[in-house]
């Protein structure tokens, strides 16, 4: 008594085509319909129901044998698979034992270029279910409509119903009487409301494309063009609209014996202002050098690491060097004879003071009493700076060097460390070569 008939479950839901006649049985029959109307609900198999086993009905069918794809075919493989066969089937029993043993590879080659065609351009997708699909008892036997468009007559069904090409199809009397399919409003049916092919002509010979379906006034009855008047003036009308692109020159070639006098003043302006921006640059520099000479004075010159340096180059393009001191090559630099002190002590040395003469002989002037001084880094305090009393004595004894004309010699405890190294390294080359022996 208290369940509903389907009328009365389609009268009261909004989707009456998803309503069937198991519904009306269900504990909440709205919920079930609603759920089967929402977005992305997979059905549920339609042989649920069915009183018989799944896929009974294919027993006494022939399973299709499995075919390769037909980009694969293209190749040419299973011609020469089944040559290979035939050929295998006439060898001899002695033949095939020999085979056997020495089997022969590459028989079956195929040109690289037809496998890179076959896998890389001719190559298609397998047929896949989409989202929500079931499979169903003979779904593999029903014509695929997925590339179908309607409108659109494709070669088999031309064959089937019989036509010559150009030829209207058989609906076409009826469509211009009744009017298009009402399912499809927005597709356009030549000789119904749009223009038929060009070179047929209207009639009801065989061939030609019945009656324009016209009022007394000449208007189309089912809209659209049929006589093609509006298509020449859509091609004449511009699809697009964008702006005018300019069709000036935009170079032009320099007449003969022009000077580049005008050029050569834009050049020059253009170096100037980079001159000018060169001096703010180089202005700063002095002032930032200033400062850190003005710190480091204070123990006689670089000797201090803190304050501001500068180590961006002072010069630009080729100018990396003195003007005043031109550079020669294979300049050759005066001997000295000296005693030889230490392990590496030599018997002669070169006066470095000559490469920085100038070409007229002229040696760089010294102050009284200058000294070139090293300072070791290991020295410097905690606050990057150098004890007076050590640098006093450092100076005093490089003086005194100098004075004597004698070169510091090598540390002898630097030197017992290098060859006590020398002599492990060498001792443990030879217990290798021996483990090797």
Known sequence: MNTLSVAQLKAQVQNPELVEWTDVSSSDPKLLIAIKGSKNVIPVPTHWALKREYLSSKRGIEKVPWQLPKF??????????????????????????????????????????????????????????????????????????????????????????????????????????????????????????????????????????????????????????????????????PTYHIEPVERNTWGVLRAEGESDDEESDEEEEEVEEEEQGDEDIDSGIRSSMTTASAMGSEFGGTESVGGDFMIRKQRKGIETEERGVPRSAGQILPEKNISATGFFGGEHAYD?????????????????????????????????????????????????????????????????????????????????RKARR
């Open 72 to 237: 694969i075919q293209e190749t040419g493989i299973s011609e020469m698979r089944d040559a290979a066969i035939q050929k295998a089937e006439e060898m001899t029993m002695r033949q095939k034992q020999r085979e056997r043993v020495q089997g022969k590879v590459g028989k079956l080659d195929i040109d690289y270029s037809k496998l890179y065609d076959a896998f890389y351009r001719r190559q298609t997708k397998p047929e896949l279910t989409k989202y929500g699909e079931v499979y169903y008892e003979g779904k593999e036997y029903e014509t695929n409509t997925v590339n179908l468009k309607p409108g659109e007559l494709t070669e088999e069904l031309r064959d089937a119903l019989s036509m010559p090409p150009g030829h209207p199809p058989p609906w076409l009397i009826n469509m211009q009487r009744f009017g298009p399919p009402p399912s499809y409003p927005h597709m356009r049916i030549p000789g119904v409301n749009a223009p038929i092919p060009a070179g047929a002509a209207w009639g009801f010979q065989p061939g030609q494309w019945g009656k324009a379906p016209v009022d007394d006034f000449g208007k189309p009855l089912f809209g659209g063009d049929l006589y093609g008047v509006g298509i020449l003036d859509t091609h004449q009308e």
């Open 352 to 432: 470095l003071d000559a490469a920085r003469r100038d070409g007229l002989g002229q040696q760089r002037k010294r102050k009284a009493g200058e000294v070139d001084l090293s300072i070791d880094m290991d020295q410097l305090g905690d606050d990057d700076r150098l004890d007076k009393a050590a640098l006093k004595k450092e100076y005093e004894s490089r003086q005194r060097a100098e004075a004597a004309g004698n070169w510091q010699s090598i540390d002898q405890d630097d030197l017992a460390d290098m060859i006590a190294s020398e002599s492990r390294k060498k001792a443990k080359r030879e217990d290798n």
